[in-house]
């Protein structure tokens, strides 16, 4: 089996959610805390029914100073170094449900620094271009302008710098080096970098003046940021912030690691019908049979298959066609190409959508980037 590694700058293998909520200490999501979040939010995404968010820290607490009137802001981010694929909306759609369920705001970091800082070969002119088309698809997915801010880390350091320094400096290299496997050789830039990540989690309650509790989506490779901030916010005075965790949409190839950029076997915002098409049917792994016959009497394994899985995670969000589907694939009477061609065609309209409204995303990037 290949060796599970979930870091915020890698993540491969066979990924064991479960062994990942002992070794950084999450909570799991219980049916105590689904039904917790339903009492508010009235029906449950599928992303938490189907497990796909699956662990989270202190969503109690959240939910208690909720209760009491204390609403809390949402805070997650996207360090523009790439197009945006399939894979990194998933936290994105459930970040917008939280939105409009709870009715709070939203924080959205795009770190430019951050892969400037720890990638070989990537300029501030490409990060630029990655930082204005990654703004377009978020917008896209329909964020409220009103309650939605995006802070830039080079653009908004004004705002930040002073607030991660007062971070930076609870934070030592040892700890830096245990938490992320930084070592002596590691640019100082990457060291500090940490510390830029924090500052969102409390900059609404400086601005604002009084304590705000903050709830972080993030996928859980994310984790080990957080934890560093928990730990040193309190001595800031500020809140810990909570955060809930999801997991990976796997890379077209196959069920081990996620979704990248830098793999040809992605599908990005932008990709074309016929683009979407061709790479599914050439690397969407199959859980079918090598042969129509065997797969007639044998079915196929839908736990593996990588088209079942993304309806699963986000195309097929009606849970009785789901599972008709499953049964189908499961049984022998759908075959992998129809299987294939059912996501091809829900892929092909949620883009379809998505890139009419990236269009119309143009020009609304200066109402959501935050100013006082
Ligand atoms: N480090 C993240 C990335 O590599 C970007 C990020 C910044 C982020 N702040 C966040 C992600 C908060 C989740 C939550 O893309």
């Known amino acids: 089996m290949a060796k599970m590694s979930v870091t915020p700058w890698e993540v491969s293998g066979d990924i064991n959610y479960d062994k990942l909520v002992k070794e950084f200490g999450l909570s799991k999501i219980d049916s105590k805390m689904l039904e917790r979040i339903k009492k508010h939010t009235k029906e449950l995404h599928p992303m938490l029914s189907r497990g796909i ?24 981010g996207r360090a523009p ?9 998933l936290v994105w759609e459930f970040t917008k449900w939280l939105q409009e369920k709870f009715g ?17 070969n990537l300029t501030f002119e490409e990060i ?25 880390d080079t653009q908004h350091a004004n705002l930040m710098y002073k607030e991660a320094c007062k971070v930076a400096k609870k934070i030592t290299f040892s700890n830096v080096k245990a938490v ?17 990540q924090a500052v969102p989690a409390f900059l609404p309650s400086v601005l604002k003046k009084k304590k705000i ?5 993030h996928a859980v490779d994310q984790d080990p940021h957080f934890r560093l901030t928990r730990d040193i916010l309190p001595k800031l005075d500020h809140y810990k912030p909570a955060s ?32 979407v098409k061709k790479k599914i049917n050439k690397y969407a792994f199959s859980g079918g049979q090598p042969t129509t016959e065997e797969h007639r009497k044998k079915g196929g394994n839908p736990d593996v298959d990588v088209s079942f899985q993304y309806l699963k995670m986000f195309f097929e969000p009606d849970n009785k066609k789901l599972k008709k589907i499953e049964q189908d ?3 022998g009477k759908m075959l992998t190409g129809e299987l294939k061609q059912i996501l091809i065609e829900k892929i092909n309209n949620f883009l379809k959508q998505h890139q009419k409204k990236r269009k119309l995303a143009e020009n609304q990037i200066d109402k959501f980037i935050y100013s006082a």
């Open 180 to 196: 992320f496997g930084l070592t002596n050789e590691s640019n100082i830039g990457s060291i500090f970098y940490t510390s830029m």
């Open 329 to 331: 694939y499961k049984s």
């Open 104 to 120: 709070v705001e939203l924080w959205f970091q795009f770190p430019d620094e951050e892969k400037f800082l720890f990638k070989q």
């Open 53 to 76: 968010f699956f662990a989270h820290r202190d969503l109690n607490w959240i939910l208690d100073e909720y209760e009491k009137g204390n609403k809390f802001f949402l805070y997650t």
């Open 81 to 89: 170094s790439g197009p945006v694929h399939l894979g990194h909306i």
């Open 128 to 152: 630029d271009k990655h930082l204005h088309d990654n703004m377009l698809d978020i917008i896209a997915l329909g964020f409220d302008p009103n309650k939605t801010h995006f802070i830039i």
């Open 213 to 217: 509790p903050c709830l972080i989506p």
């Open 244 to 275: 809930i965790q999801s997991s990976f949409i796997p890379p077209l190839t196959g069920t081990k690691g996620k979704m990248s950029s830098s793999k040809e076997s992605s599908i990005f915002m932008t990709d074309t019908p016929e683009e």
